[in-house]
């Protein structure tokens, strides 16, 4: 099992940054990937950018150049670092773990961006 606890979250304008924060605990070592999601109001959980074990980040278009996704290995904790917000931005942001135990996700963070 794994647990995780996003933190980060808030009201924006657009134009501005946030940084999300997942802290991860438990059998932390089985973890293959992390990542982020996003859901806006009625519609459907969509990848924000993930990273995989010894791999390279891989955002979603709308997102390339404006969001960074980063890990701190010591400190179990993944980042989404994001800049130049914009209100199509607004949404759940959730934390997603996968590992050789199963598939996480954290309880999510609404981030609003304001125009």
């Known amino acids: 099992q794994v647990q995780l606890v996003e933190s980060g979250g808030g009201l924006v304008q657009a134009g501005g940054s946030l940084r999300l924060s997942c802290v991860a605990s438990?059998?932390?070592?089985?973890?293959?990937?992390t990542g982020w999601y996003r859901q806006a109001p009625g519609k459907q959980r969509e990848l924000v950018a993930t990273?995989?074990?010894?791999?390279?980040?891989n955002y979603a278009g709308s997102v390339k150049g404006r969001f960074t996704i980063s890990r701190d290995n010591v400190k179990n904790t993944v980042f989404l670092q994001m800049n130049s917000l914009i209100p199509e931005d607004t949404a759940v942001y959730y934390c997603?773990?996968?590992?050789?135990?199963?598939?996480?996700w954290g309880q999510g963070t609404q981030v609003t961006v304001s125009s």
């Open positions: 997603n773990v996968a590992s050789y135990t199963g598939n996480y």
């Open positions: 438990g059998n932390i070592v089985s973890i293959i990937a």
């Open positions: 990273i995989i074990n010894g791999g390279r980040p």
